[in-house]
């Protein structure tokens, strides 16, 4: 079971993602988690991505590849994935079907979370994380327009794209999210 949860930074996909992976008995994968992970722990990788995590900046296509395929080649992944944060580009889309395609798998449902972006700033100036200042949020809110919106078209054309209100409590965004599946 593979199932992309999507929607602009601050819509609650990694609390989503991870009460969902409990729920279903799969993985769970945050790009954003991992480049973090990383970051702190001085690999290779995350010397590579600081730079752009710290500005909100996207992490370039073939280093989130990379991670994505070393996380994913781990037995655990083998029930299946909740993908959170990734993909976020057309080339990062285009990657992840051949890795898929590779492993003889699919992709079951993108679940688009839709909140407005006067309530996401808020909610993520209240998250205070080191890449939740004012001026990069906008930033990344803006990132997030034109480089990762255009795929919710992408899925749309090929029927995988359900959507569900991110406004409301932590359940009840759970239970839509579960009944859209
Ligand atoms: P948010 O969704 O709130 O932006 P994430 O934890 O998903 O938080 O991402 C934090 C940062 O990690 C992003 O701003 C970006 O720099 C990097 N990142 C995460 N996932 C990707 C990705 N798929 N492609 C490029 N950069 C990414």
């Known amino acids: 079971?593979?199932?992309?949860?999507?929607?602009?930074?601050g819509v609650g996909k990694g609390t989503q993602a991870a009460i969902l992976a409990e729920k279903l008995g799969v993985?769970?994968?945050?790009?954003?988690?991992?480049?973090?992970?990383?970051?702190?722990?001085?690999?290779?990788?995350?010397?590579?991505?600081?730079?752009?995590?710290d500005a909100g900046a996207l992490v370039p296509d073939d280093v989130v590849a990379r991670i994505v395929e070393e996380t994913l080649s781990d037995p655990s992944f083998s029930?299946?994935?909740?993908?959170d944060g990734f993909p976020r580009t057309?080339?990062?889309a285009e990657a992840l079907n051949e890795l898929l395609d590779a492993k003889g798998l699919e992709i079951g449902k993108?679940?688009?979370?839709?909140?407005?972006?006067?309530?996401?700033?808020?909610?993520?100036?209240l998250?205070?994380?080191?890449?939740?200042?004012?001026?990069?949020?906008?930033?990344?809110?803006?990132?997030?327009?034109?480089e990762t919106e255009p795929l919710l078209q992408y899925y749309e054309d090929i029927g995988k794209i359900v959507s569900v209100d991110g406004l409301g409590s932590v359940e009840d965004v759970n239970s839509a999210i579960l009944a859209a599946l």
């Open 1 to 9: 079971m593979i199932i992309i949860l999507f929607g602009a930074p």
């Open 27 to 53: 993985a769970h994968l945050s790009t954003g988690d991992a480049f973090r992970k990383a970051i702190k722990n001085s690999t290779p990788i995350g010397l590579l991505a600081k730079g752009f995590v």
């Open 79 to 83: 029930n299946g994935v909740i993908l």
């Open 90 to 92: 057309k080339p990062q």
């Open 110 to 125: 993108v679940v688009n979370i839709c909140v407005d972006h006067a309530t996401i700033a808020e909610r993520l100036l």
């Open 127 to 146: 998250r205070g994380r080191a890449d939740d200042s004012r001026e990069v949020i906008d930033y990344r809110l803006n990132v997030y327009q034109q």
